[in-house]
């Protein structure tokens, strides 16, 4: 594959017989009579080509085109540049490959932003589609906020499920005088064996409530206002470093519409009469059992879109 980097683009060829076509170009020139202006593309091939210095000639697979000041263009590896161009030659290098890497962002960021539509599209039905990512929202909020509808007791279990990354849902009860002996038994004091935990339950999708799973920050945050944002953009006008954090945002949207997909699958499963109504075996109190029935089934009606 050949780059090559002209004045407001990048061209790619595949054939070496494009290169030696190209007005001024010879495959011997001598080092010492010329001085380098630029480097205007590089190459990396499996079947080697012979340097362009007289001097050299050995065969390599990678290295650069170069043009000089008297107009000629050859082709060097990156060794010979080095050996014969010192610090001039590592100078040009640099500006090469950051113009081409600048090049390539810019790129791609014109092309995500023709597919911004798109991409904003499939956000909207993520967002607002029956089930959607809107109403998991507003949905999961009093499983983890102060708001009135669940216990405190619960939430604080709840907490204490995302805190420990488990799901399964357990009580404290006393324990039967044969399984305090059975506990003394392994080495525990009778003290410490008086009461156990038991198993009651799995909350199934909890993990959805995990900080870094926030589904509205991963699609109004980050991808919906990145894209209004990418829109406004001129990229030609953008500095070496936005454009470097820009683009890698913008490699990793596909990435994160998929994991948005994962995400709301999970809180569907997560926000079920069945799976939620467990949180009830965590209270003996008929107030607080209420209170989570009544949130329970407020899941089973179908959300207004």
Same mark, same amino acid.
Request: aromatic share 8%.
């Given at each position: 594959?050949?780059?090559?980097?002209?004045?407001?683009?990048?061209?790619?060829?595949?054939?070496?017989?494009?290169?030696?076509?190209?007005?001024?170009?010879?495959?011997?020139?001598?080092?010492?009579?010329?001085?380098?202006?630029?480097?205007?593309?590089?190459?990396?091939?499996?079947?080697?080509?012979?340097?362009?210095?007289?001097?050299?000639?050995?065969?390599?697979?990678?290295?650069?085109?170069?043009?000089?000041?008297?107009?000629?263009?050859?082709?060097?590896?990156?060794?010979?540049?080095?050996?014969?161009?010192?610090?001039?030659?590592?100078?040009?290098?640099?500006?090469?490959? &950051?113009?081409?890497?600048?090049?390539?962002?810019?790129?791609?960021?014109?092309? !995500?932003?023709? @597919? /911004? =539509?798109?991409? +904003? %599209?499939?956000?909207?039905?993520?967002?607002?589609?029956?089930?959607?990512?809107?109403?998991?929202?507003?949905?999961?909020?009093?499983?983890?906020?102060?708001?009135?509808?669940?216990?405190?007791?619960?939430?604080?279990?709840?907490?204490?499920?995302?805190?420990?990354?488990?799901?399964?849902?357990?009580?404290?009860?006393?324990?039967?005088?044969?399984?305090?002996?059975?506990?003394?038994?392994?080495?525990?004091?009778?003290?410490?064996?008086?009461?156990?935990?038991?198993?009651?339950?799995?909350?199934?999708?909890?993990?959805?409530?995990?900080?870094?799973?926030?589904?509205?920050?991963?699609?109004? &945050?980050?991808?919906?206002?990145?894209?209004?944002?990418?829109?406004?953009?001129? !990229?030609?006008? @953008? /500095? =070496?470093?936005? +454009? %470097?954090?820009?683009?890698?945002?913008?490699?990793?949207?596909?990435?994160?519409?998929?994991?948005?997909?994962?995400?709301?699958?999970?809180?569907?499963?997560?926000?079920?009469?069945?799976?939620?109504?467990?949180?009830?075996?965590?209270?003996?109190?008929?107030?607080?059992?209420?209170?989570?029935?009544?949130?329970?089934?407020?899941?089973?009606?179908?959300?207004?879109?």
């Amino acid at each position: 594959m050949i780059t090559l980097n002209l004045d407001f683009s990048l061209k790619r060829v595949e054939s070496w017989e494009e290169i030696i076509s190209l007005a001024g170009f010879t495959p011997d020139v001598d080092p010492a009579s010329v001085k380098l202006k630029a480097i205007i593309g590089s190459y990396q091939f499996q079947t080697f080509i012979k340097c362009g210095l007289r001097n050299c000639h050995q065969a390599h697979g990678k290295g650069y085109l170069v043009t000089t000041e008297n107009g000629l263009i050859t082709n060097i590896g990156n060794g010979c540049g080095k050996t014969h161009f010192s610090v001039d030659f590592q100078t040009l290098c640099n500006k090469f490959d &950051l113009d081409v890497r600048n090049k390539e962002r810019r790129e791609n960021l014109s092309t !995500v932003q023709h @597919l /911004s =539509d798109e991409y +904003l %599209a499939k956000i909207a039905t993520l967002q607002n589609q029956n089930y959607g990512a809107n109403w998991a929202y507003k949905k999961s909020r009093p499983l983890i906020d102060n708001e009135r509808g669940l216990p405190d007791s619960i939430r604080l279990i709840i907490k204490n499920l995302i805190r420990t990354k488990t799901s399964a849902l357990t009580i404290e009860r006393e324990a039967t005088e044969k399984e305090i002996e059975i506990a003394m038994a392994t080495g525990k004091t009778r003290a410490a064996a008086q009461f156990i935990q038991e198993y009651v339950g799995e909350l199934i999708g909890v993990d959805a409530l995990y900080p870094e799973n926030n589904l509205r920050e991963l699609l109004v &945050l980050n991808l919906m206002q990145g894209l209004e944002q990418l829109i406004q953009e001129n !990229v030609d006008l @953008l /500095s =070496d470093r936005k +454009l %470097a954090n820009l683009n890698k945002w913008a490699n990793e949207i596909e990435f994160n519409i998929q994991k948005a997909e994962k995400l709301l699958s999970i809180y569907q499963q997560l926000l079920t009469y069945q799976n939620i109504i467990q949180l009830a075996k965590l209270t003996s109190q008929p107030k607080e059992k209420k209170l989570i029935e009544t949130y329970a089934k407020d899941l089973i009606l179908k959300p207004q879109v």
